[in-house]
C-alpha cells in the first residue's frame, strides 16, 4: 500500500468496509439520514453536473442556508464532481452520488462514484501555486486547493470498487 | 455562451449574459471571447461579469488564458463581479492579477 502524505485534516482510509460502531463516525456516514437530508445520483457528465449543483443548491438543506454559504457550498461540490467527470471517469463513465445531510451547525457531505481511483490512493496536495510571470499563470489546478481551503476533515475511501469522499461544511458564517 | 462585445474609445465591453462559466462551458467561452477580441483592436478589454452568479475552476482557468491571450499588448479588465466569482477569485489570489471595476466602466453603463 502507498502510503499517503497527510494534509491537515485528511485521513486516508483503506480498511474493508466495517460497520460504525453506534452513534460514532456520523461525520463520514450520513446512514442515518436526518431531518434537512437530500441524496441525489446523476450522470458523471459535465451539463448534468450544472443540472445538478442547480438542483442542490434550490433544495434543502441548501436552499435555507445563508447566500455566502451556498456559494462555498456550490464552489466545493462543483470543483469534487468535476474531479470526478475529468479524472474517475475518464475512461468510462459512471454515476456520481451525492448525501448530504445537516447536523450541529455543520452540512456532511458525501459524495460517491464508481471510477479509477486516487493516483496511490491519495487525495492531490491542492498546493497554492505562486503566480508570478503573466505568461505563467496556472489555468488549471485550482480544484483540490479550493476543496482543501473551504473544508472540514476531508476524508477520501477507496471501498468496494469506488471512491467515497466525505467533509464537511460550516453552515454558519465564520467571522474571517 | 452568448457574449455582447460593444466597443467605445478604447475599450472593448464584452457582457456575460449567461449565468454561469463552468466546466460545461468554459471551452466555448473561451472561443468566443477569442472570437470577439480578434474582431477588434482595443488595447482594453473589459470583461462584464454581473450576471455571472458562479464560475468554477475550469470556467476562472478560461478567464485567465482570455488574459494570457490578450497580453502582452492588451489588458483584460473584469467587472461586476458576484459574491460567490469573488469568492473564487480571492481565495486564489486571482483578484490581484486582475484589474477589478466595481461596476461597468464609465460611458457604458446606459448602454445597449
Given at each position: 500500500m502507498t502510503a499517503c502524505r497527510m494534509g491537515f485534516g485528511m485521513q486516508v482510509d483503506m480498511a474493508r468496509p466495517k460497520a460504525p460502531p453506534n452513534g460514532l463516525a456520523m461525520t463520514h456516514h450520513i446512514g442515518a439520514l436526518h431531518d434537512h437530508a437530500l441524496q441525489l445520483t446523476f450522470p458523471g457528465q459535465p451539463e448534468q453536473v450544472r443540472q445538478a449543483l442547480q438542483d442542490v443548491l434550490a433544495s434543502p438543506p441548501l436552499a435555507d442556508l445563508a447566500q455566502d454559504i451556498r456559494g462555498t457550498a456550490e464552489i466545493v461540490l462543483a470543483e469534487v464532481f468535476n474531479n470526478i467527470v475529468e479524472h474517475?471517469?475518464?475512461e468510462h463513465g459512471g454515476n456520481i452520488t451525492l448525501r448530504l445531510g445537516r447536523q450541529d451547525g455543520v452540512l456532511l457531505c458525501e459524495v460517491s462514484d464508481t471510477g479509477a481511483p486516487m493516483p496511490g490512493l491519495c487525495l492531490p496536495a491542492g498546493q497554492f501555486q505562486p503566480l508570478e510571470d503573466l505568461a505563467d499563470l496556472p489555468e488549471g489546478g485550482f480544484g483540490w486547493y479550493l476543496i482543501r481551503n473551504l473544508t472540514e476533515g476531508l476524508t477520501y475511501r477507496r471501498l468496494n470498487g469506488g471512491n467515497r469522499l466525505s467533509f464537511q461544511l460550516a453552515t454558519k458564517q465564520s467571522g474571517a | 455562451m452568448e457574449l455582447v462585445a460593444q466597443e467605445r474609445a478604447g475599450v472593448l465591453v464584452i457582457r456575460a449574459m449567461r449565468d454561469r462559466i463552468d466546466a460545461a462551458s468554459a471551452i466555448q467561452f473561451k472561443d468566443k471571447m477569442r472570437e470577439l477580441t480578434g474582431n477588434s483592436t482595443a488595447p482594453r478589454v473589459v470583461l462584464d461579469?454581473?450576471?455571472?452568479?458562479f464560475l468554477d475552476s475550469s470556467g476562472l482557468g478560461a478567464v485567465v488564458a482570455v488574459l494570457k491571450l490578450l497580453a502582452p499588448d492588451r489588458k483584460l479588465e473584469l467587472s461586476g463581479l458576484t459574491p460567490t466569482v469573488q469568492k473564487v477569485f480571492r481565495l486564489t489570489r486571482m483578484d490581484s492579477i486582475f484589474v477589478i471595476h466595481d461596476g461597468v466602466p464609465d460611458g457604458f453603463r446606459h448602454a445597449g
Open positions: 474517475a471517469y475518464v | 461579469m454581473s450576471n455571472i452568479a
